[in-house]
């Protein structure tokens, strides 16, 4: 896939009037999340690590967002989203109980954890957790529709695309503070907002350089 807009980097935005210090403190953090689990097991982070390569496969051309890392780093310090749907218990047994039962799912059906199957078969079983066809008792009574939509999903998705990585392949300048975004028209770009590439991508790439 081309890149839609060559030579733009967020992070060129650190020192520029986007960004004041809280934010950059904010960003460095989520940045600096550590690549080996906290709160899961070894186990489990690698079960979520192959979860997340199915949700959010990666381009190979560059370093992948650590989407384990960060949900670890959010369940290790209970940063929780203010609500939970009915039936559904709080997000750190919700995690850990559906990872269980997915595992038991994955031996039931084909003999292996789930981390160790090949990705048409964590496919296949991801979509029946989506549909609500998975049956195991390791559930205990919590619904895999329920966790794959409310839990699973959201916080993967959610990972993905708050890491600066994601930003920039969406030309999206992140928190804009203390400037803010000033032409929030359709079609309409701020001088200081990532070019998009349409037939020009040397143009584009040129002027995503001086982006700040």
Known sequence: MPDRYPGYDVLAKRQTPSWNEQTRRAIDRRLAVPRTPRFFSEAEFATVEAIAARIVPQPSHRPPIPVAALIDTKLLADHQDGFRG???????????????????????????????LTASRQQGL?????????????????????FFKERLLHDVVLAYWSHPTAW?????????????????????????????????ATAASEKNRDVG
């Open 86 to 116: 009915a039936g559904m218990p709080v997000q750190r047994e919700a995690w850990q109980r559906g990872l269980r039962a997915l595992d038991a799912e994955a031996q039931a059906a084909h003999g292996q954890a789930f981390r160790d």
């Open 168 to 200: 920039n392949e969406i030309g999206w300048g992140g928190p804009a503070s203390p400037r803010g975004y000033v032409r929030m028209g359709y079609d309409e770009r701020d001088p200081w907002e990532a070019v998009e590439a349409h037939g020009d």
């Open 126 to 146: 991801l979509q029946e957790m989506e549909q609500g066809k998975l049956h195991s008792d390791n559930w205990s009574g919590m619904d895999p529709k329920t």
